[in-house]
């Protein structure tokens, strides 16, 4: 038996390059893929995504989030995972990535978006 293909595409880039508006126009042009972004997870838990929050909690809920997106993914209910967030720093994109495959994604990209900081 061969393992399900689980893809999911974790975006890089600062705030405000676009990370967001990629993923958006990424959906509507395929839109069985779900999009699991920081800013939105700390909106819901916060009532705004600019509150930073506690790190553990934000993290605790995107996990459950990855882990029903990857059934849901089994269940060929999605295609796919976008993952929205920064993703700057090589070390965190490293643990991410290990997380992810421990979830079951096994068929990870990345998109980044190197847009001037000055457009950020």
């Known amino acids: 038996m061969t393992t399900p293909r689980r893809p999911l595409i974790v975006l890089i880039g600062l705030p405000g390059s676009g990370k967001s508006t990629w993923a958006r126009r990424f959906v509507r042009q395929f839109p069985r893929y779900e ?5 939105e997870t700390r909106a819901l838990l916060y ?17 459950s989030l990855l882990r029903q997106s990857r059934q849901a993914v089994d269940l060929r209910v999605r295609d796919g995972v976008i993952w929205d967030a920064t993703n700057v720093k090589r070390s965190r994109r490293r643990e991410l990535v290990q997380t992810l495959r421990t979830i079951g994604f096994n068929d990870i990209g990345a998109v980044w978006l190197d847009t001037p900081l000055a457009a950020c």
């Not at 999009?35 to 800013?39: A, Y």
């Not at 009532?47 to 996990?63: H, N, P």
């Open 35 to 39: 999009v699991l972004s920081t800013d």
């Open 47 to 63: 009532g705004d995504a600019a509150i930073q929050g506690e790190w553990g909690e934000i993290w605790r809920q995107l996990e």
